[in-house]
């Protein structure tokens, strides 16, 4: 019997895209547990937050730190699929724990190096920061390195990491209104970390010719003028 090309195309092609299905649903699972874990994460940080508010409910550290890392949570929650992503396994630690770390924060009173009234005025500044970030982004932000479409508007005309200059900002504050060596540890090694991701969501934004023309016109990452 003679088996003509066009007769094995329909199999070939069914399993090309059966292949390709596979791959994006198995991109979805791995979608779907990030963000269960970002929703336990947040739902413990959530009830340890609400819990130190009711014992004290003047900690408005506490209260700012909260609003912030939730917000995060809820941009996950709702972001959209990526195009492409860095699924490198260190790279995906270093993510996770800079996107759940601030979880582990230490929410009880610690040493004031700057008073709470001066800290959280500044504190509620690096909030909007963050929201500001987070609304000129919409639904491309994303814990791992990741291009879900180039923004270059609203904050982003200023650095080229404003939410991550906005933590930056809102956790040093908070750390100088309640300090402890704990806390400073935590936050040194999700700093340390962020700087990691920055760079690799970098290397993967910039293989588009509309990114590499943006790293020409911002030149700052967090700090005009620094870094």
């Known amino acids: 019997m003679t ?20 791959s994006e649903v198995l991109t979805d699972l791995r979608e779907g547990l990030f963000r269960f874990v970002a929703l336990a994460v947040a739902a413990i ?8 508010l009711v014992i004290d409910s003047g900690r408005l550290n506490v209260l700012l730190l909260l609003i912030s890392e939730t917000l995060t ?5 709702l972001a959209r699929r990526p195009l492409v992503r860095d699924w490198n396994p260190f790279t995906v630690f270093v993510a996770l724990t800079v996107g759940f770390g601030s979880g582990m924060i230490s929410l009880e009173e610690g040493v004031a190096i700057i008073p709470l009234y001066i800290a959280a005025p500044l504190q509620f500044l690096a909030l909007w920061v ?8 919409g639904r491309s932000f ?27 900002m809102g956790h040093i504050l908070f750390l100088l209104s309640s300090f402890s ?5 935590v936050y040194a090694i999700i700093t340390v970390f962020q700087v990691h991701r920055i760079l690799r969501e ?13 790293l ?12």
Do not use: C, Q
């Open 3 to 22: 088996i003509l090309k066009n007769d094995a195309l329909p199999g070939a092609a069914t399993g090309f895209f059966t292949g390709l299905r596979a």
């Open 45 to 52: 940080f959530v009830y340890r937050g609400v819990h130190n």
């Open 73 to 77: 949570f809820i941009w996950l929650l």
């Open 130 to 137: 963050v929201i500001w970030g987070k609304m000129s982004l």
């Open 142 to 168: 994303a814990i791992l390195p990741a291009n879900r479409g180039v923004v270059t508007g609203g904050a982003y005309r200023y650095v080229r990491h404003p939410i991550y200059a906005g933590y930056l």
């Open 181 to 185: 060596i704990y806390n400073f540890t």
């Open 202 to 214: 970098e290397r993967i934004l910039a293989l588009t010719p509309e990114y590499r023309d943006y």
């Open 216 to 227: 020409g016109r911002v030149r700052y990452r967090l700090i005009p003028g620094i870094f």
